[in-house]
């Protein structure tokens, strides 16, 4: 009833740009938080950066100052701007949104993941 999907992923080179899209749709009633989340080869998924529906924010240590997480004005989407990108921030980047649904309650929803390539 609720689908994630996120875009913008692709391969870059140190030191550049990327801007990540996801966006929630379906049967939804209200999103509360929606987050961005990374998973590299051989490593456990982590946090990367984390909004709430007022717009309040958490980062991992290792984006701060780096990343920016933003939503839309429907508050069914979230960006990462990723600028200053490092070899180590290669990875499965994910989104996921905390919904409240029309017909299922409070759910979480996670997309099918984009890839992020920092590389030379």
């Known amino acids: 009833q609720v689908q994630v999907e996120e875009s913008g992923g692709g391969l870059v080179q140190p030191g550049g740009s990327l801007r990540l899209s996801c966006a929630a749709s379906g049967n939804i009633a209200s999103i509360n938080n929606m987050g961005w989340y990374r998973q590299a080869p051989g490593k456990q998924r982590e946090l990367v950066a984390r909004i709430a529906r007022d717009d309040s924010t958490n980062y991992a240590d290792s984006v701060k100052g780096r990343f920016t997480i933003s939503r839309g004005n429907a508050k069914n989407t979230a960006y990462l701007q990723m600028n200053s990108l490092k070899p180590e921030d290669t990875a499965v980047y994910y989104c996921?949104?905390?919904?409240?649904?029309?017909?299922?309650?409070?759910?979480?929803?996670w997309g099918q993941g984009t890839q992020v390539t920092v590389s030379s």
């Open positions: 996921n949104a905390d919904v409240l649904t029309t017909t299922l309650g409070r759910r979480t929803f």
